[in-house]
Structures are given as structure tokens and as C-alpha cells.
């Protein structure tokens, strides 16, 4: 078993969602239907590339940060 990060956005009338570990990205018109569609991907990107992936050593730390621009 293995977690993979996933960011999922609102994008006109879909959400899209992005695994940034592995560079697969799908979409939904629902929020439940973005993260199904994208756990199908990465299912089926590791079907096809799965013994090429290094090995995880550690779980990445994401936040944001607020910029203010004219």
C-alpha cells in the first residue's frame, strides 16, 4: 500500500485533480467523482510504470503562502 498526494481545484464547471508525485492528472464534475477518476489513474499509471517508482521516504509538507501584488 502506498499514499500518493492529490490536489484537487474547482476549474469552471469541473474539478480537476493532480497527482504531482507521478504527473497524472483527471477531473469530475463533482468533487467524488474528481477523486474517483484520479484514484483510477494512478491505478492505472502503476499498472503500466509501477516498477520504476522510487521507493517513498518521506510524506512531502505542503502549505500556502499569501503574496500581495498590484
Do not use: H
Amino acid at each position: 500500500m502506498r499514499t500518493f498526494l492529490v490536489s484537487i481545484i474547482k476549474e469552471d464547471k469541473f474539478f480537476v485533480a493532480r497527482c504531482p508525485e507521478l504527473g497524472v492528472t483527471s477531473q469530475g464534475e463533482s468533487l467524488e467523482e474528481a477523486q474517483a477518476n484520479i484514484k483510477e489513474a494512478i491505478e492505472l499509471y502503476l499498472e503500466s510504470f509501477g516498477e520504476d517508482l522510487p521507493r517513498q521516504t518521506s510524506k512531502p509538507f505542503w502549505t500556502t503562502v499569501e503574496i500581495a501584488y498590484a
